[in-house]
Each structure stands twice: as C-alpha cells, then as structure tokens.
C-alpha cells in the first residue's frame, strides 16, 4: 500500500468517508480522471481497445498470477476510486484479452458496439431485479415484449396469438437467462418434467420413474452438442451418461439415421424414457445446422420433447439471406439463443422460448415474501433468484439496428468466412477440415511432403502421420496466442464419421464486422511463418 495514502485521512473507512464514495465523485480532480477514462471507453471504445491492449499482452500466467497473491483485505481504502480506475486502465487492460480486435477470431466473442456499453451502463445504474415486479416494475413489462418479439422471429405466430400472450400473467412464452447453459438446462427441465410428469419436483427422480415405469431417462444430441446438455444431465438427476451423443454425417451434422435406430432401440424394452432429442442450430466447434425439419418429423411422430439448441444460430433469423439455413426451428418445443454472441450484447445474457405458452408452468415455484402465487413476477418460472434487466439491453439494440442492421453483420461473418475457407484452399499449406455453414470453420496445416505421404500410408502409418500434425498445428495455435498479435482457437474433431480419436484442428469464429479478408490473409500468413519454424522432423513411414 502506498504510505501516502495511509496518511491522508480521506482513506480511512468511517461514516464521512462512505458517505463520499457512496453518494458523490470524490473531488473535482476524481471527477476529471474519470472523465477522461469513461469518455475514451464510452465514445471512442473501438480506437480505446486498440491503442490499449493487443490481442493479449506477451506475459506468462506464471508472471500474472505472482502479481496476485496477496489474500489480506485492509480494514481501510487503500486508494481512491480515480486511482483504482487508473490501475484498471493501466495494468488490468493491457493484460486482458481484446477480443474486440479483427484478429481475434478464435472464439464466440468479439467486439459490441460501443452503444452497449451506455446501455451496460444504465442497466448497472437503475440495478432493477427483474424476477420481482417490486423492485423492476416496467422492466419486467418490458421483457415480456422482448420475449414476445424473439418469440415471433423464431415462431412466426399471428398477431392475435402474440397479443394474448405479450403480457399475459397467466402465460409464458421464454425467459430471459444468464446464458446458453442456463437457457439449455431450463429447457431440459420443462422437458423432464413434462416426460415424468409434476411430481418429480416434489419426490425426486427416482419415485417419479418408478411412477412412469422406466429405469433410465436419456437425452439425445449430436456429437456437436455443446457440454451445457451434460451438465444439464447431472444437474436434473438424469447423469450425464445419459445424455447420448448422436453420430454425424459427413457434414457434420445429426445422422438421422443413426437417430432413428437409437430411438427405435431405446424405446423397443419401454424401460427407457426420452427425455428429449436437441438439434444444434449453430455447432461450437463447426458452426454446422442439423437437419432441424427432419428431426421435428421424427419427434413429432414418436412423442418427443425437440429442442432447438440456438445459441450460436439463433439471430441468423434476422438475415434473410440466411435464415433459410434454420427452416424447421418453428417447429421445436423449445429454442436457447444467447445475447452475448450474435446479438452482440455484454457478458452475460440468454434466453429460453417455448412454443407452448403453458410449457414453463411445469417450473412454476413460489414465495411468501415474493414471487406469491397470483403475482406477475417473472421469478415463479425461473431459474435465478435475481437477475438484471439485459432484456433493455436487446430491445434497445433491436431499436438502434434494426433486423436489417444485425443482418449486415450475420451476412458479413457467413460470407467472409466462406472467402477465408476460399484462401485456405489456395494455399499449399493448409486444408479446410470442416467448410462454414454459418460462420465458423475449421482448418490445419497440412505441409505438401506430409500430404503425400499421407496419400500412399496405410494405417498405422496415416495415424503416425496424423500424430506429427497434430503436433504441429497445436504448436502453432500455442505459438500464434502467446505472441499476442492474432488468435484463433483449436479443438479436436473426427472429419470421418465413425473414426476414433479425431484430428487436431484449428478454429475460426468470423463475428467481428471489422475482420476483414485482408486480415484473415495476415493471420494465415503469421501461420505459415510459425509452422516453418516447427522443429520435429517428418516421421519417415516405410
């Protein structure tokens, strides 16, 4: 701590002090630093983000996390708020990650913006609890119209449904989340609960199996799934073993008939329920659409709860050029989408719908103190007990850009990512592992001496071969992140359906409206100049 601010009297916690930084800006120079920051932050965040913090600072975790070993909290402030907002500025940005940067293109995060953070901001300030109608009021007014509007892009009701249900207090069209784990883990909810019927609430999973006449509960996705659909497993009682992974097709996508012979088979002893089967509109790792109208037949005829698993896809809907690719979502029981990813909101944000405006009574929970039965608080269907107004965030954003506005960015990142899997192509080095559909692709460096080896190895030596590239594009996913300048992802697929083990590659995410093809030829230029410097010699395969 500095030994001048021990001795100025200001920092010292009594009642005059909280009273100044609990009410009031400090002094006339606080008020000027802060200025000063905030107007950077909130007029010029693009330029700000830039001029601050690369991709990410060329410093080792090791070095940051002996910076922060300190566990002591001081009975007094140690500084005041202009010199805590100078450090943030300082030291913490710079050693973040920029993912507002063009080359930052490795994961669902890239830049908002910089009307979001105002908003970010006012939603901070007014600190509404929007599960309670006593401390939000029109927020929660508002939300339901949110949910309302999303609901209509993805269901395409008419109008008399939506001005039934809008504001209805006896109906629910979604719910707004924290995220697209949560969103999914509330979908699954209403899903088991409607299998095994109201009374697993009150008795558990065991009695209300026993009562429905099964000896296991499942769920069925593809291998794309995203890891929420297992937690969501272990969390409902249901064991994450049980939510089975699916086969793909060739394109990476539900084999349907794979799907129709596990449901034929599952259901074939009747001692196993299902739960629900979930089709992805927008995979993590390839950002790849199942056959979403192929699946709601299949559902439909066998009984089954379709979950449309949207987080990624969802706001594809807005582009028309586009939203073709999700034909079939109108017809799930339930969609999740996220609003930190291509709704371009803050951290953190998703959202839940259902087609059937009773689905979420199969959650309803009340309180004496709050969320009492005959209320409107959102918290009776809900999984946080508190959660700010984000739905203000979104309506405001669909506001300021309209569908025609958020549909100039979905275009861009579709079809930029297809000229980047274009230029991979062309070159030597390279092969795109996994073609975009939406907006995500995958690739790995494949130097033309190992492709032909690979052309004329049998297996052992193809696997030996694979082994040596798996080696090389890790080192250059490692190489490229710590040099700070670029960054894409890497994950491990099987671009054969049916093979074991999957190949190391490595991953693109095209959401930034400012990632150009240009850049996107830098980045792939940075790869090539990494893997050249890979210093293991080609396995010699006999």
């Not at 940005?93 to 908003?119: C, D, E, K, Q, W």
């Not at 509330?186 to 095994?196: D, E, G, I, K």
């Not at 026993?210 to 996705?221: F, S, T, W």
């Not at 994450?240 to 990476?252: E, G």
Request: one cysteine or more.
């Amino acid at each position: 701590m500095n030994s001048n601010d021990r001795k100025n009297p200001s920092l010292i916690a009594d009642w005059k002090t909280l009273e100044r930084i609990f009410i009031r800006p400090e002094d006339e120079a606080c008020r000027k630093t802060l200025v000063k920051y905030m107007e950077q932050i909130l007029f010029g965040l693009h330029d700000f983000l830039n001029s601050n913090v690369g991709v990410t600072q060329e410093i080792s975790l090791l070095e940051l996390t002996n910076l922060y070993r300190d566990t002591l909290i001081s009975p007094d402030p140690e500084k005041k708020l202009e010199n805590v907002i100078s450090d943030i500025i300082h030291k913490i940005a710079p050693r973040a990650v920029n993912v507002a940067s063009p080359y930052f293109v490795g994961h669902m995060t890239a830049a908002i913006p910089f009307f979001m953070v105002h908003l970010k901001t006012i939603v901070a300030a007014l600190n509404q609890n929007v599960i309670k109608l006593e401390t939000s009021k029109v927020l929660s007014v508002i939300e339901k119209q949110v949910l309302a509007k999303i609901h209509r892009l993805i269901y395409r009701r008419d109008e008399a449904f939506y001005q039934t249900h809008v504001q209805s207090v006896d109906t629910s069209l979604g719910a707004f989340t924290t995220g697209g784990t949560t969103a999914n883990l509330m979908a699954m909810w209403v899903a088991r609960n409607h299998f095994l019927g109201a009374g697993v609430e009150q008795q558990g999973m065991a009695a209300a199996m026993q009562a429905k006449g099964v000896e296991r509960a499942v769920i069925l996705v593809s291998k794309r799934g995203h890891y929420s659909l297992k937690k969501a497993g272990g969390i409902l009682g249901l064991g994450n073993s049980n939510v089975l992974a699916m086969d793909v097709d060739q394109h990476q996508r539900m084999d349907m008939k794979k799907l129709e012979v596990t449901i034929r088979n599952l259901k074939k002893d009747g001692k196993t329920g299902i739960i629900a089967v979930v089709g992805i509109a927008g995979a993590t790792e390839t950002g790849t659409v199942d056959p979403l109208g192929e699946m709601a037949d299949l559902c439909l005829g066998q009984g089954i709860h379709f979950h449309v698993d949207a987080a990624w896809g969802g706001p594809v809907l807005l582009s028309e050029r586009y939203a073709p690719l999700l034909k079939g979502i109108e017809r799930a029981d339930s969609v999740s989408m996220d609003g930190h990813k291509q709704f371009y909101m803050p951290m953190t944000s998703g959202m839940v719908y259902f087609r059937d405006p009773g689905a979420m009574d199969q959650i309803a929970y009340y309180s004496n103190y709050v969320n009492r039965e005959g209320s409107v608080d959102l918290g009776i269907k809900s999984l946080e007990g508190s959660r700010e107004a984000n739905a203000l965030i979104l309506d405001s954003s669909l506001k300021i850009m309209g569908s025609r506005g958020y549909a100039l960015m979905i275009d861009h990142g579709i079809e930029t990512a297809k000229a980047f899997a274009a230029e991979i192509e062309q070159r030597v080095m390279f092969e795109v592992v996994t073609p975009p559909e939406l907006n995500i692709l995958t690739y790995r460096m494949v130097p033309p001496d190992v492709c032909r080896r690979l052309e004329h190895a049998d297996p052992k030596g193809r696997e030996i071969l694979n082994g040596y590239l798996d080696e090389l594009n890790i080192y250059i996913q490692r190489t490229q992140r710590e040099a700070g300048k670029s960054f894409v992802s890497r994950t491990r697929i099987c671009p054969v359906p049916g093979s074991e083990g999957g190949r190391v590659v490595l991953r693109s995410v095209i959401m930034n409206p400012m990632t150009t093809n240009a850049v996107l030829r830098e980045i792939l230029d940075e790869q090539e100049r990494i893997g050249q410097g890979f210093c293991d010699p080609i396995p010699q395969i006999l």
